[in-house]
């Protein structure tokens, strides 16, 4: 077991201020929650909750940008809560670095001496590359006149260009899908900040003179993620936020937790992140149908978290590459995979094949168990990984989500009840079906190059001069958690004799809000039936559509009871 070095210096309610970021600006529901009944800022619940931290003795400064309105500068004094102010900031991007860093070093500004904690609102969704949409071009996606793309509702795949109307034949990758420049399945609407913008925000701040945060909560769904929270660590001292999908609450656990930290007198930036993450947990468990799993770290642990996933990694290689049947071994990392809780990304609820994140705790446990038996070295390094994850995750629901209430597909259940669970991880393609999430070719691609433009042949253009024509690509940050991790390596061996079939469409999950009046249905007859996680509404594979039918078949049965 770890150990770790508090803070010579504590919180207190008077020596902190909370910051929050609220990027609303491409969601009504959130904008004006609830119900849309909200239209001027000074009425939105989050302002009241912001209030009460205020009144606690911690004063608040928070950045709001909602649908139709202005970016507006918040402003709640320590026990002044009616001294609060607004100040319009006209319109800003929120996905920009910079406005996050300013916002942090304007807050810094005005309480100088607060240690200072960061809320970030709105949508996450884990791992998310950092592109430049100038560079998006259909010239670059296609490298020129090589490819053509074909993109349906729920997938997307590049052909080889034929030169005719016709389309050629399917662009297949033998290990791993490489788009050097980018493809067009970027998702438009909800998109959070990148990965690497937020650590570089957060990095600029600290180089303008703001200190080390005490503490980030992620107020949203997905963001208790490996790479997120590694590449935030050397900027703050502890971080707390969920794994799956949250539910909006509107603030109320900040006033719930700063209210804590003045009953208490004084608490660890981690204990605040750990307070944070239960006081929405309380307020989401209250009435039922809202199950979540949250979890807590000191920050300082993710280095350590990082190299016994590039260790593990390396012996999985390893036992690929020396195993008489490769088939067999793969097929053993695939059911320790597939075992591993799984988290969901898209709505509705229906029953699918595992995900493309998977919580890195589950999935040490299982290649430290019995479906890696033989390979003793694999089993040893997860159970060292796996050592390294313990006591993150707060809780873990089991329960129906208010929104699965589907009677003609059952009832389903969220069960977070499993102990080893700590943080998502973005594993795609777990099944090796050659289906991918539209951010794989970026996430495995950690040093990206200009590229060549190519004709329908697949032979470079060339300039006036005779030159190659190359471009730039369109990712322009990678985070450093993926770079020299074997991770990255691992994910292209084991994708190995993959064929690609597809892209999934870049798809923001939804923020689901908060629905105090839910009453969740009892079933009669029968239990519900349940599956760990929701799944993806995309084609079913021959598991998934047997999991289906059973569901379908217990939904008849409680049904006929009735």
């Given at each position: 077991?770890?150990?770790?070095?508090?803070?010579?210096?504590?919180?207190?309610?008077?020596?902190?201020?909370?910051?929050?970021?609220?990027?609303?600006?491409?969601?009504?529901?959130?904008?004006?929650?609830?119900?849309?009944?909200?239209?001027?800022?000074?009425?939105?619940?989050?302002?009241?909750?912001?209030?009460?931290?205020?009144?606690?003795?911690?004063?608040?400064?928070?950045?709001?940008?909602?649908?139709?309105?202005?970016?507006?500068?918040?402003?709640?004094?320590?026990?002044?809560?009616?001294?609060?102010?607004?100040?319009?900031?006209?319109?800003?991007?929120?996905?920009?670095?910079?406005?996050?860093?300013?916002?942090?070093?304007?807050?810094?500004?005005?309480?100088?001496?607060?240690?200072?904690?960061?809320?970030?609102?709105?949508?996450?969704?884990?791992?998310?590359?950092?592109?430049?949409?100038?560079?998006?071009?259909?010239?670059?996606?296609?490298?020129?006149?090589?490819?053509?793309?074909?993109?349906?509702?729920?997938?997307?795949?590049?052909?080889?260009?034929?030169?005719?109307?016709?389309?050629?034949?399917?662009?297949?990758?033998?290990?791993?899908?490489?788009?050097?420049?980018?493809?067009?399945?970027?998702?438009?609407?909800?998109?959070?900040?990148?990965?690497?913008?937020?650590?570089?925000?957060?990095?600029?701040?600290?180089?303008?003179?703001?200190?080390?945060?005490?503490?980030?909560?992620?107020?949203?769904?997905?963001?208790?993620?490996?790479?997120?929270?590694?590449?935030?660590?050397?900027?703050?001292?502890?971080?707390?936020?969920?794994?799956?999908?949250?539910?909006?609450?509107?603030?109320?656990?900040?006033?719930?937790?700063?209210?804590?930290?003045?009953d208490a007198g004084r608490a660890t930036p981690l204990e605040l992140a750990q307070w944070l993450t239960d006081a929405n947990h309380a307020i989401l468990a209250d009435k039922g149908?809202?199950?979540?799993?949250?979890?807590?770290?000191?920050?300082?642990?993710?280095?350590?978290?990082?190299?016994?996933?590039?260790?593990?990694?390396?012996?999985?290689?390893?036992?690929?590459?020396?195993?008489?049947?490769?088939?067999?071994?793969?097929?053993?990392?695939?059911?320790?995979?597939?075992?591993?809780?799984?988290?969901?990304?898209?709505?509705?609820?229906?029953?699918?094949?595992?995900?493309?994140?998977?919580?890195?705790?589950?999935?040490?446990?299982?290649?430290?168990?019995?479906?890696?038996?033989?390979?003793?070295?694999?089993?040893?390094?997860?159970?060292?990984?796996?050592?390294?994850?313990?006591?993150?995750?707060?809780?873990?629901?089991?329960?129906?989500?208010?929104?699965?209430?589907?009677?003609?597909?059952?009832?389903?259940?969220?069960?977070?009840?499993?102990?080893?669970?700590?943080?998502?991880?973005?594993?795609?393609?777990?099944?090796?079906?050659?289906?991918?999430?539209?951010?794989?070719?970026?996430?495995?691609?950690?040093?990206?190059?200009?590229?060549?433009?190519?004709?329908?042949?697949?032979?470079?253009?060339?300039?006036?001069?005779?030159?190659?024509?190359?471009?730039?690509?369109?990712?322009?940050?990678?985070?450093?958690?993926?770079?020299?991790?074997?991770?990255?390596?691992?994910?292209?061996?084991?994708?190995?004799?993959?064929?690609?079939?597809?892209?999934?469409?870049?798809?923001?999950?939804?923020?689901?809000?908060?629905?105090?009046?839910?009453?969740?249905?009892?079933?009669?007859?029968?239990?519900?039936?349940?599956?760990?996680?929701?799944?993806?509404?995309?084609?079913?594979?021959?598991?998934?559509?047997?999991?289906?039918?059973?569901?379908?078949?217990?939904?008849?049965?409680?049904?006929?009871?009735?």
């Open positions: 077991m770890q150990t770790f070095r508090p803070l010579p210096v504590p919180l207190q309610a008077r020596n902190s201020v909370l910051a929050v970021y609220v990027p609303f600006g491409s969601d009504e529901t959130l904008s004006n929650f609830p119900e849309g009944k909200t239209l001027a800022l000074e009425d939105h619940p989050l302002i009241d909750a912001w209030r009460q931290v205020a009144k606690a003795g911690t004063p608040v400064m928070a950045l709001v940008d909602r649908v139709g309105a202005d970016s507006y500068l918040v402003d709640i004094p320590a026990e002044q809560p009616e001294a609060m102010t607004l100040r319009s900031l006209w319109k800003l991007d929120m996905r920009d670095g910079r406005t996050l860093s300013n916002f942090l070093v304007q807050v810094h500004e005005a309480h100088p001496k607060a240690q200072l904690v960061l809320g970030l609102e709105g949508h996450g969704a884990g791992y998310l590359p950092e592109l430049d949409a100038r560079r998006l071009t259909w010239q670059a996606v296609c490298q020129g006149s090589a490819q053509r793309w074909s993109i349906g509702d729920q997938t997307a795949r590049p052909f080889h260009n034929a030169g005719d109307d016709s389309p050629g034949a399917p662009v297949l990758w033998e290990v791993a899908p490489y788009v050097p420049g980018g493809n067009p399945l970027t998702p438009i609407n909800h998109q959070p900040m990148p990965t690497h913008t937020l650590g570089q925000a957060l990095k600029s701040a600290q180089q303008q003179g703001v200190p080390k945060l005490a503490a980030i909560y992620f107020d949203n769904c997905f963001n208790m993620s490996a790479e997120l929270l590694h590449t935030v660590a050397p900027y703050a001292h502890a971080a707390g936020g969920f794994c799956n999908y949250n539910f909006f609450t509107a603030g109320q656990a900040y006033a719930l937790a700063f209210q804590k930290l003045a149908g809202h199950p979540t799993v949250g979890g807590a770290l000191a920050l300082e642990r993710m280095a350590g978290i990082k190299e016994g996933l590039h260790v593990l990694s390396g012996k999985l290689l390893d036992a690929m590459a020396s195993s008489p049947n490769r088939a067999d071994t793969v097929a053993s990392i695939q059911k320790a995979i597939y075992e591993a809780q799984q988290y969901d990304t898209l709505f509705p609820m229906a029953l699918e094949a595992p995900d493309q994140l998977t919580d890195l705790y589950s999935l040490a446990a299982q290649l430290a168990g019995p479906i890696m038996a033989g390979y003793p070295s694999v089993q040893d390094a997860a159970a060292t990984l796996a050592s390294m994850l313990t006591d993150i995750k707060r809780y873990g629901d089991k329960g129906m989500p208010w929104m699965a209430d589907e009677p003609a597909e059952g009832q389903y259940v969220w069960d977070f009840t499993e102990p080893t669970l700590a943080m998502n991880i973005f594993l795609p393609d777990p099944l090796r079906e050659g289906q991918w999430d539209w951010r794989s070719n970026y996430y495995i691609d950690t040093d990206p190059q200009p590229f060549p433009l190519l004709d329908a042949n697949g032979d470079p253009q060339k300039d006036a001069n005779g030159q190659p024509i190359l471009l730039p690509p369109a990712q322009t940050g990678v985070i450093d958690f993926l770079k020299g991790n074997n991770w990255i390596e691992f994910l292209k061996e084991y994708h190995r004799e993959t064929k690609f079939k597809s892209f999934f469409v870049g798809k923001i999950p939804q923020l689901p809000v908060q629905n105090p009046n839910y009453v969740a249905p009892q079933a009669k007859g029968e239990e519900a039936c349940y599956c760990r996680m929701p799944r993806r509404p995309w084609p079913l594979t021959h598991v998934a559509k047997e999991m289906l039918a059973a569901v379908r078949e217990q939904a008849s049965k409680m049904m006929k009871s009735e």
